[in-house]
């Protein structure tokens, strides 16, 4: 069963940078952030292979870092130069193995990020 706790979000004023973290525990492969903004759907943020290799939404391209650290099974989400419409709630993602052997898709808590204008 994995387990997915996350740290860091929080106020921020516009331009300014956060840092969230999640470790989880089990076997895991992809993991990621979405987010989900008040009214909206949740929506991918980004995403890192086992392997390292990053997809990001259009609109953090530039802006966002995903990282991960597979000794540590950490993955660390660097905002930097936010936004008023990045404030949502942060959930880190993990594709890994649970009951019977079989992958699921596992949450984080979320974490509330909020940049003011």
């Known amino acids: 069963q994995v387990q997915l706790v996350e740290s860091g979000g929080g106020l921020v004023q516009a331009g300014g940078s956060l840092r969230l973290s999640c470790a989880a525990s089990g076997i895991i492969f992809n993991m990621g952030w979405y987010r989900q903004a008040p009214g909206k759907q949740r929506e991918l943020v980004a995403i890192i292979s086992t392997g390292g290799t990053t997809n990001y939404a259009d609109s953090v391209k530039g802006r966002f870092t995903c990282s991960r650290d597979n000794a540590k099974n950490t993955v660390t989400l660097q905002m930097n130069s936010l936004k008023p419409e990045d404030t949502a709630v942060y959930y880190c993602?993990?594709?890994?193995?649970?009951?019977?052997?079989?992958?699921?898709?596992?949450w984080g808590q979320g974490t509330q990020v909020t940049v003011s204008s």
């Open positions: 993602y993990a594709r890994g193995v649970g009951p019977g052997g079989r992958e699921y898709d596992y």
